[in-house]
């Protein structure tokens, strides 16, 4: 029988729903900067290391809530890498669960870091996984 259009192409696993979220958080170190990430000159939080991080939050959304045997792969990153965040400083990643389209789900990303008291946004975008 022929698929309709308007269903969902798999079965979304039943532990998964919009508005998860996770934080995560690194103390930068000189292998997290551009520098020994040959990503640059400077040695601040390499962009390939801000993303890496944002990968693993949206990986930590769905730990355990997968079924045996499935999985999820990235497709597809949007991000604004604004602020540099300086070796010794911590930075904050958070990923939340925004859409879910049969097995594509659409996450939320943010980054921020404080210095001085003051908390600023280092980073934000989209991640799309889809589910294997």
């Known amino acids: 029988m022929p698929r309709n259009s308007d269903q969902p192409a798999a079965p979304t696993d039943p532990g998964v729903a919009v508005g998860l979220q996770t934080r995560l958080e690194l103390e930068v170190t000189y292998e997290d900067t ?7 000159d400077v040695p601040v939080l ?3 290391r801000l993303l ?3 990968e693993e939050a949206s990986c930590a959304v769905l730990e355990s809530r997968l079924g045996d045997g499935r999985t999820s ?4 990153v949007q991000f604004d890498h604004l602020a540099p965040v300086a070796v010794g400083a911590t930075v904050a990643v958070y990923a939340t669960l925004e859409r879910v389209e049969g097995r594509r789900l659409t996450f939320t990303l943010s980054a921020t870091s404080s210095a001085d008291q003051h908390v600023g946004l280092v980073g934000a975008g989209r991640l799309t996984r889809v589910l294997v």
């Open 73 to 76: 792969v990235a497709t597809r």
């Open 52 to 54: 890496a991080l944002c």
């Open 34 to 40: 551009a520098v020994a990430l040959k990503s640059g």
């Open 46 to 48: 390499a962009t390939p």
